[in-house]
């Protein structure tokens, strides 16, 4: 049975960072790709930062809004990803999802191309 399980949200002030957690059991983590969402009340899910099987650099990617300020990286040997988060600001408060999915998935961010989904951290950034 595929789980994952986030953790790190918190409450911060504006210009702060934190770190989230993803942690993934059930299956071989570095086959399947991965990526972080968030979604604020009244909107729908966004995508956030996308990081492939493979692991190359290549094939990260991030949403403008969180690029050069969020940074997407996993342990595969602690079947982990990570998204650190610097210079947050007001607009980041969201809850925070970690998706999976076997294969290569396109990096078009899209939550119907992740089949596995967390159950969220919440991030609260207060200006």
């Known amino acids: 049975q595929v789980q994952l399980v986030e953790s790190g949200g918190d409450s911060v002030q504006a210009g702060g960072s934190l770190r989230l957690s993803c942690q993934v059991f059930?299956?071989?983590?570095?086959?399947?790709?991965m990526a972080w969402f968030r979604q604020a009340p009244g909107k729908e899910r966004e995508g956030v930062a996308h990081?492939?099987?493979?692991?190359?650099?290549?094939?990260?990617y991030y949403a403008d809004s969180v690029k050069g300020r969020f940074t997407i990286s996993q342990d595969d040997a602690k079947n982990t990803m990570y998204l650190q988060m610097n210079s947050l600001k007001p607009e980041d408060t969201a809850m925070y999802y970690c998706a999976a999915d076997f294969g290569r998935v396109s990096t078009a961010l899209k939550p119907s191309d992740y089949t596995y989904w967390g159950q969220g951290t919440q991030v609260t950034v207060s200006s």
């Open positions: 990081i492939g099987n493979g692991r190359n650099d290549g094939m990260i």
């Open positions: 059930g299956v071989t983590f570095s086959l399947y790709s």
